[in-house]
């Protein structure tokens, strides 16, 4: 070897490996400099991931707005920033029914949390449908999706232990600003005549809505959108509108508002007038940047719109 050449190998090889050994920590636990990467599956999952992980924590978030998580299947993208992730955050409670496959898989890899996992089975909705599955759509009671702020803060915590006490400020943060949106939504709703507090709307996403806060619920499909609109469900629910005599249903932001508008016709050819009463965010936040874009914002403008339709 020319002697320029050893040279040059014999710098750069310890150089190399010194590099190598930076870019490369396998299976060390998180760099305390580093950011902990967190993938979410819904909108309302990763709102609630960015305010626990506030600077900590890269959040990305694969459900956007108008996404229907019960029909959501993973993209090639979805599945790498999946396996690049440190954490993955999904609902449970088959939420993410064509998901389960790919989350059994990353479980095996990295902590995959199921963000549902800390309600207790005795507070859970009972779908009438099938048999041992339960209503996925907890966020909508303040004080289940308390609970499941507290399984992200400790999923925080297991990643990244030497960041503990900021999580736990974070997450007690958030946790305060959603009890004065549970105060909120009670107070709006009590403006509302206690004979027209039914809330109408495409799929079964406000059981819990409903139970927490006093009003009562109808879905034109079931706790899934994943099944076929019957003629039939549109005729019951027409029967229900006209015998109740209810002035307005509700469509659905990640729902197609055809079915909705069919059972609104339906009404008009029997006499009684129904209105949409506007659309309201159930299982995907609104557009970035607008104030339903965050879960705080679109729990305000579901209850605001609810009102001022039914008062
Ligand atoms: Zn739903």
């Given at each position: 070897?020319a002697?320029?050449?050893?040279l040059f190998?014999r710098?750069?090889?310890?150089?190399t490996?010194?590099?190598l050994?930076?870019?490369?920590p396998a299976?060390?636990?998180?760099?305390?400099?580093?950011?902990?990467?967190?993938v979410a599956?819904?909108?309302?999952?990763?709102?609630?991931?960015?305010?626990?992980?506030?600077?900590?924590?890269?959040?990305?978030?694969l459900?956007?707005?108008?996404?229907?998580?019960?029909?959501y299947?993973?993209?090639?993208?979805?599945?790498?920033?999946?396996a690049?992730?440190?954490?993955?955050f999904?609902?449970?409670?088959?939420?993410?029914?064509?998901?389960?496959?790919l989350?059994?898989?990353?479980?095996r890899q990295k902590?995959?949390?199921?963000?549902?996992?800390y309600v207790?089975?005795?507070?859970?909705i009972e779908?009438?449908q099938?048999?041992?599955h339960y209503?996925?759509?907890?966020?909508?009671?303040?004080?289940?999706?308390?609970?499941?702020?507290?399984?992200?803060?400790?999923?925080?915590?297991?990643?990244?232990?030497?960041?503990?006490?900021a999580?736990?400020?974070?997450?007690?943060?958030?946790?305060?600003?959603?009890?004065?949106?549970?105060?909120?939504?009670r107070?709006?709703?009590?403006e509302i005549?206690p004979a027209?507090?039914?809330?109408v709307?495409a799929?079964?996403?406000?059981g819990?809505?409903?139970?927490?806060?006093?009003i009562e619920v109808?879905?034109?499909?079931?706790i899934?959108?994943?099944?076929?609109?019957?003629?039939?469900d549109?005729?019951?629910?027409?029967a229900?509108l006209?015998?109740r005599?209810?002035?307005?249903?509700?469509v659905?932001?990640?729902?197609?508002r055809?079915?909705?508008?069919?059972?609104?016709?339906?009404?008009?050819?029997?006499?009684?007038?129904?209105?949409?009463?506007g659309?309201?965010?159930?299982?995907a936040?609104?557009?970035?940047?607008?104030?339903?874009?965050s879960f705080?914002?679109?729990?305000?403008?579901?209850?605001?719109?609810i009102?001022?339709?039914?008062?």
């Amino acid at each position: 070897m020319a002697p320029l050449l050893d040279l040059f190998v014999r710098w750069l090889r310890p150089v190399t490996l010194a590099l190598l050994l930076v870019a490369v920590p396998a299976a060390a636990p998180l760099p305390a400099y580093g950011k902990v990467v967190a993938v979410a599956t819904t909108g309302m999952i990763a709102d609630a991931v960015r305010a626990v992980g506030g600077e900590l924590v890269e959040v990305h978030g694969l459900m956007g707005p108008g996404v229907d998580p019960h029909l959501y299947k993973a993209s090639q993208g979805d599945v790498r920033r999946m396996a690049a992730a440190d954490v993955i955050f999904y609902n449970g409670l088959m939420l993410e029914g064509r998901l389960s496959d790919l989350l059994a898989r990353m479980a095996r890899q990295k902590p995959t949390v199921a963000v549902s996992e800390y309600v207790p089975q005795e507070l859970l909705i009972e779908a009438a449908q099938f048999e041992g599955h339960y209503d996925p759509h907890i966020w909508f009671d303040l004080s289940l999706w308390k609970l499941a702020v507290e399984r992200i803060r400790d999923g925080l915590i297991e990643v990244d232990p030497v960041n503990q006490q900021a999580y736990q400020q974070n997450a007690a943060a958030y946790m305060q600003e959603l009890d004065r949106l549970d105060g909120y939504i009670r107070e709006r709703l009590a403006e509302i005549p206690p004979a027209q507090r039914v809330l109408v709307t495409a799929h079964d996403a406000f059981g819990y809505f409903g139970l927490a806060y006093g009003i009562e619920v109808v879905g034109l499909q079931g706790i899934s959108t994943d099944s076929e609109v019957g003629l039939r469900d549109i005729q019951n629910l027409v029967a229900f509108l006209v015998e109740r005599g209810i002035k307005a249903v509700f469509v659905e932001s990640s729902v197609p508002r055809r079915s909705l508008e069919a059972v609104v016709q339906g009404a008009a050819g029997r006499g009684h007038q129904v209105v949409i009463g506007g659309e309201l965010y159930s299982d995907a936040l609104g557009e970035p940047g607008t104030p339903a874009g965050s879960f705080v914002g679109m729990i305000r403008h579901n209850v605001d719109t609810i009102v001022a339709a039914l008062k």
